[in-house]
């Protein structure tokens, strides 16, 4: 049996690396693209009341976090700032510096109470606890 693979059509770099795979060539990455934060990769768990979200989010601080919650679309953004630099007295041996903004949003099979709505960062992971809001019985209208 075969397995399934989901793939983007658009996706070069995907298509190279298909391509080339086995051979001493390896790709060279898109312009513009750095590998440490490519894509948010998300766990989405749905329970009774609420949702609950795990993003991974390396390197990326809790400032520099931002989730925005509207009706039943989520949205979260990252921006990632590194800079290292190793120096032997006045000379710079190296220094490198990478900065990058990822940005994901998904849409959830009901609207999201914002309002009670939780947020925590640890290790590189956030975890997002989205309570369903509550769906109000349609009132009947008695005619005349």
Do not use: C
Not at 41 to 51: A, S
Not at 54 to 60: Q, Y
Not at 130 to 140: H, N, R, S, W
């Amino acid at each position: 049996m075969s397995n399934i693979v989901r793939r983007d059509p658009f996706a070069i770099d995907d298509m190279l690396d298909d391509l080339f795979k086995g051979y001493w060539v390896r790709p060279m990455r898109l312009l513009g693209e750095q590998p440490e934060l490519q894509m948010i990769r998300l766990d989405v768990k749905e329970g009774d009341k609420d949702y609950t979200v795990h993003a991974e989010l390396p390197g990326a601080k809790k400032e520099d976090i931002h989730v925005s919650i509207e009706g039943n679309t989520v949205a979260i953004s990252a921006e990632v700032k590194k800079a290292a630099e190793e120096k032997d007295g006045e000379k710079v041996l190296r220094s490198e510096r990478y900065y990058g903004k990822v940005q994901r949003s998904f849409t959830l099979g009901h609207e999201v109470d914002e309002g009670n709505a939780r947020a925590k960062y640890d290790n590189g992971v956030l975890e997002l606890v989205l309570p369903k809001k509550t769906v109000t019985a349609a009132k009947k209208l008695a005619i005349e």
